[in-house]
């Protein structure tokens, strides 16, 4: 795992530059862009298929905590990350503290539906800023989980500064047990690295 990830990033072009990435002529997704994201820690790569459809993938990794104390207190906190036995509350045998990085893999199909409609109020569509559905999967390896569903998205970018927020809800599986309906709520700060 941590070889593919390494593989990756080493493939990934870490050229940060402000003219590189600014087009204001643009009225289409297009080129290749690299994101680093900072609140849920990830890589990711956009690619332009057509005027308005783009890919989206991503590697990073979520995070969970959970602790059962003596006194029957249970609580957990998960960060970007949805697991079958949350709802679990004992009995234990003893107190126990857990801490764990749930590595995922992320892929999506975007449809952004008002790029013209933003550039022709004179705002900006750099580097895809814009609103967009999209196809959401989403697999974390570790745990063998999966969640599909459709989202609403919005994505701004600032220079080398982007933002992004999926809204929706899906199926999410847990292996070989049963399946689930789940809400997503993705929220992405970061860096856009580069655009080709």
């Given at each position: 795992?941590?070889?593919?990830?390494?593989?990756?990033?080493?493939?990934v072009?870490?050229?940060?530059?402000?003219?590189?990435?600014?087009?204001?002529?643009?009225?289409?997704?297009?080129?290749?862009?690299?994101?680093?994201?900072?609140?849920?820690?990830g890589?990711?790569?956009?690619?332009?298929?057509?005027?308005?459809?783009?890919?989206?993938?991503?590697?990073?990794?979520?995070?969970?905590?959970?602790?059962?104390?003596?006194?029957?207190?249970?609580?957990?906190f998960?960060?970007?990350?949805?697991?079958?036995?949350?709802?679990?509350?004992?009995?234990?045998?003893?107190?126990?503290?857990?801490?764990?990085?749930?590595?995922?893999?992320?892929?999506?199909?975007?449809?952004?539906?008002?790029?013209?409609?933003r550039?022709?109020?004179?705002?900006?569509?750099d580097?895809?800023?814009?609103?967009?559905?999209?196809f959401?999967?989403?697999?974390?390896?570790?745990?063998?989980?999966?969640?599909?569903?459709p989202?609403?998205?919005?994505?701004?970018?600032?220079?080398?500064?982007?933002?992004?927020?999926?809204?929706?809800?899906?199926?999410?599986?847990?292996?070989?047990?049963?399946?689930?309906?789940?809400?997503?709520?993705?929220?992405?700060?970061?860096?856009?690295?580069?655009?080709?």
């Amino acid at each position: 795992m941590k070889f593919i990830i390494y593989l990756f990033l080493l493939s990934v072009p870490f050229k940060i530059s402000a003219n590189n990435l600014q087009s204001n002529t643009l009225d289409s997704c297009d080129g290749i862009y690299t994101r680093l994201s900072f609140l849920i820690p990830g890589i990711s790569i956009e690619k332009g298929l057509s005027n308005n459809f783009s890919f989206f993938g991503e590697l990073g990794t979520g995070y969970s905590k959970r602790e059962y104390t003596t006194n029957g207190d249970f609580c957990f906190f998960n960060l970007f990350y949805n697991n079958s036995d949350n709802n679990e509350v004992g009995p234990f045998t003893k107190p126990f503290k857990e801490n764990k990085f749930h590595p995922f893999f992320k892929a999506e199909l975007r449809y952004y539906y008002i790029l013209n409609y933003r550039q022709d109020m004179g705002k900006s569509i750099d580097n895809n800023s814009g609103n967009y559905f999209s196809f959401y999967n989403l697999y974390y390896f570790m745990d063998n989980s999966y969640f599909i569903g459709p989202t609403w998205g919005i994505q701004r970018n600032k220079n080398i500064f982007y933002f992004g927020l999926n809204l929706g809800g899906g199926v999410q599986f847990y292996g070989d047990a049963a399946s689930k309906f789940s809400l997503l709520v993705d929220m992405k700060i970061g860096l856009l690295l580069s655009k080709n």
